[in-house]
């Protein structure tokens, strides 16, 4: 085992390129690249470009936080609490047996995940450090992601396949800010014995890329306070149990070998250390959910959704409202515990439909080393679904308005994040409208979606957000400048519209680099408005808004990038066979459409002087999707052919 922060060298030696061994360094990297540019080798091609791999170790990818090794009594797998907290009861929801079919239980042998884990190692080596810290913290803390960093779990046990993040994990770890009189008294020398730790101190300073704080003996923390009767296992009161920053370890991912500089581009900081400064901001955010939530409603004052989330709950405020919903159960089937309306129903789910039909699909039989799923996982993941749909449906709300000739569709985000948080290669939510004659047939269809080839026509308003590359990281690694999928060497945000939760705020999410790019929200909006033209004849139209996991593009990236070893085709198999992850329909609405006369955009009825003030007043507007107010005849900018349909239908009224 090579891990720790403990662990310094003085000078790097590395070999990079054709024959040419450099320092490493930004400066070294650099120096690397022009020399190989020079020998003028292989033609660069997209996927596997001459700068590949970048020098880096995995001490690049070190973070604060509890290190492999360290941890005294084993981590235990969920058998070892089934007997009494009803894992296996997915059917009743004894408590908490939801966790056996949500993507934490599954994260480590989740395809997708598995097949850009290679991607990631051979772009940066050691980045599978970072990766297997979150998606198998078990497996991670007692050393068996092993280095040089393996992207194959060589080392794995079963049980580290079959339990991503597990029971026993989660109710050890530890809150790293100590509140005296709150936390747990034995947490105090946890950390002190980080602070010394020889390298410096490994006390994780804000939530984020997996530095949690693991208790090294088996006490169990829970978010309850027992007298008598008590567990017949050791057990501590914690508030960090029952906050959101105890989800936040995880739900802000960040790439430390990037180095924010203060003209807001990220410059790679490459030298098989830590980060500079270790503090996430100064890194590249990959993930903010967390983020995006601590600057929200409901982390200030919680938002009383009328039952939508949260359970028993009114009130949702943190993660475990809407994620781990209250719900009337007994406790441990051993001894009385009473039914209590406030447990914690460990569903965990989100949005990732995809990720269960491609376990299902894959995991029928051993896939090498990870094993098949058993009667329960299958049952429990098949159980997931209706929770995952549940999240689904009630994520957003879909309202129709017709102004004349034209459609709002306005999309309004009730999640604790942004619509569409997390993970971004690949996610995306789309707004499909179809325009109907007075017989039910389709005039017009914008967003509209191949169910069988899985492609997208992009004629409509698609929330998503695009990382990629700046013209530095093309130079290093010879990828080209833009949009890409390459995650360990994303440096760039070009594009961010998804749309922000209750409470946003323009100065708060760039504080935390959650900023909209490419998009405007103001503040307090948590919504977002598309405008589409209605074609003559439309009697009805029908609007869906669309989630879709992975696109296409992404898994044909997963496959081709690949060129070390089968997880990328067998990822590309299982998605074709089991139906290219179809799109889920989170809204369904319709609405009869009211006749109208061209150019009455303010749809009073009449074509009048107001309808030629909105032309004018929005002159030269280009549209990027869906209609601009104003854009009477449907060609997407405001100009003299919309000033001359409202001058000839001026007067007129429907
Ligand atoms: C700090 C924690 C953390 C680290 C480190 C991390 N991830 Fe993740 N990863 C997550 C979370 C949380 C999600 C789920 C987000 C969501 O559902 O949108 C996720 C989701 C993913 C997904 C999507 C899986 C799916 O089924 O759609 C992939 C792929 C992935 N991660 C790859 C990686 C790779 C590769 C690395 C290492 C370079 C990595 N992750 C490191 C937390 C992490
Ligand atoms: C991702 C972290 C995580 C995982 C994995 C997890 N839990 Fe929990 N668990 C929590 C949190 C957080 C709470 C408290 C939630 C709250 O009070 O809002 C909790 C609550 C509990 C409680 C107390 C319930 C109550 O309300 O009295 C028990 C018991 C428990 N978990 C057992 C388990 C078992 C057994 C597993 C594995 C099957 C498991 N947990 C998996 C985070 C986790
Ligand atoms: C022999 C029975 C038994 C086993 C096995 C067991 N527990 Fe418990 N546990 C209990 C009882 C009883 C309680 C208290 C009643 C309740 O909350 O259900 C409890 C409570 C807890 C709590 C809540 C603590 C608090 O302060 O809020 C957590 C967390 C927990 N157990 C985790 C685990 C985990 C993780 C495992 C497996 C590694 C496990 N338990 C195995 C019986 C057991
Ligand atoms: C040890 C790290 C870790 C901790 C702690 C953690 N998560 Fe996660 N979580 C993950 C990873 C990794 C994934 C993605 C797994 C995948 O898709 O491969 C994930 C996925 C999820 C999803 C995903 C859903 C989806 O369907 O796309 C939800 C919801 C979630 N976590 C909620 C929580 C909540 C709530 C807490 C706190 C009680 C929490 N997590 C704590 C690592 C963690
Ligand atoms: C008010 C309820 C609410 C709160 C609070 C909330 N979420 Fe969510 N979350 C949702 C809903 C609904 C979805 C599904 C829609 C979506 O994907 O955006 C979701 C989706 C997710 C996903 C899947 C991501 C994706 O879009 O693919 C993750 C991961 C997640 N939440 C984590 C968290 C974490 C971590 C917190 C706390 C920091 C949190 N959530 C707080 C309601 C909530």
Not at 215 to 224: A, E, Q, S, T
Request: aromatic residues 10%.
């Amino acid at each position: 085992m090579e891990n720790g922060l403990n662990r310094r060298r003085s000078a790097w030696v590395v070999g990079v390129g054709v024959g040419s061994t450099v320092l490493l360094g930004l400066a070294a990297w650099t120096q690397a690249e022009a020399t190989e540019s020079a020998l003028s080798v292989d033609p660069p091609s997209s996927v596997r470009a001459r700068g590949l791999p970048v020098p880096t170790g995995d001490g690049d990818f070190e973070q604060k936080g509890t290190q492999p090794n360290t941890v005294t009594d084993p981590v235990f797998t969920f058998t070892n609490c089934v007997s009494c907290h009803g894992v296996f009861d997915a059917q009743t929801a004894l408590l908490p047996g939801r966790w056996l079919g949500s993507t934490h239980s599954h994260a480590a042998r989740d395809p997708i995940f598995l097949a850009a884990v290679t991607i990631a190692e051979q772009d940066a080596p050691g980045a599978g450090q970072l990766c297997f810290r979150c998606h198998a913290p078990r497996a991670w803390l007692e050393g068996r992601v092993t280095t040089p960093s393996d992207t194959n779990g060589a080392d794995f046990f079963a049980s580290d396949w079959n339990e991503g993040v597990g029971c026993h994990f989660c109710h050890r770890t530890v809150d790293p800010v100590y509140q005296p009189g709150v936390s747990p008294p034995d947490d105090q020398a946890i950390l002190d014995a980080l602070a010394m730790a020889p390298g410096g101190s490994l006390v994780p300073t804000s939530p984020g890329n997996a530095q949690y704080v693991v208790d090294p003996l088996d006490i169990r923390r829970g978010p309850r306070a027992y007298a008598a009767p008590s567990p017949p296992h050791a057990w501590r009161d914690s508030a960090f149990h029952r906050d959101a920053a105890m989800c936040g370890q995880c739900h802000d991912v960040s790439i430390p070998t990037l180095m924010r500089q203060p003209d807001g581009s990220y410059l790679p900081v490459v030298d098989n250390l830590p980060h500079p400064t270790g503090d996430k901001f100064d890194m590249f955010p990959e993930q903010r959910t967390y983020s995006e939530w601590a600057n929200s409603e409901y982390a200030s004052t919680g938002v009383d959704l009328g039952g939508r989330f949260g359970g028993n709950l009114s009130v949702v405020r943190k993660c475990q409202d809407c994620h781990m919903p209250d719900v009337t159960a007994e406790g441990c089937s051993i001894g009385n515990f009473g039914t209590l309306t406030d447990r914690a129903y460990h569903s965990f789910q989100g949005a990732n439909l995809h990720l269960i039909e491609l376990l299902l699909e894959l995991y029928q039989s051993p896939v090498g080393a990870i094993p098949a799923l058993d009667f329960e996982q299958t049952i429990a993941l098949m159980d997931a679904v209706p929770d995952v749909e549940y999240m689904l449906s009630n994520a957003t709300d879909v309202e129709l308005t017709q102004f004349g000739g034209e459609l709002k569709v306005r999309v309004t985000n009730y999640c604790g994040h942004k619509l569409l948080t997390a993970y971004p290669e690949g996610r995306r939510i789309w707004v499909n409208v179809q325009f109907l004659d007075s017989g039910g047939g389709l005039i017009e269809e914008r967003g509209a979606y191949d169910f069988v080839n899985a492609d997208l026509t992009e004629d409509t308003k698609v929330y998503h957000a695009e990382h990629g590359i700046d013209s530095v990281m093309s130079g290093a690694t010879g990828l080209p400048v833009g949009p890409s999928f390459h995650l360990a060497l994303n440096n760039k945000i070009y594009f961010d519209n998804r749309i922000p939760p209750m409470g946003f705020t323009n100065a708060g999410f760039e504080a935390v680099q959650a900023e909209p790019v490419g998009y405007t929200y103001a503040d307090g909006q948590h919504w977002d408005d598309t405008r589409f033209c209605i074609p003559q004849g439309t009697a009805d139209v029908r609007v869906r808004l669309y989630y879709q996991t992975t696109s296409k593009e992404y898994i044909e990236f997963l496959r081709d990038a690949n060129v070390t070893d089968s997880r990328g085709l067998d990822l590309y198999n299982a998605w074709d066979a089991v139906g290219r992850a179809t799109p889920f329909a989170m809204d369904d609405v319709s609405s009869a459409i009211n006749a109208f006369v061209p150019g009455d955009t303010t749809g009073e009825g009449t074509v009048d002087l107001s309808d030629l003030s909105v032309v004018l007043f929005n002159f030269g507007t280009v549209t990027s999707a869906g209609a601009v107010v104003g854009d009477v005849n449907c060609d997407g900018i405001v100009d003299l052919a919309d000033l001359t349909v409202v001058l000839f239908n001026f007067g007129q009224s429907v």
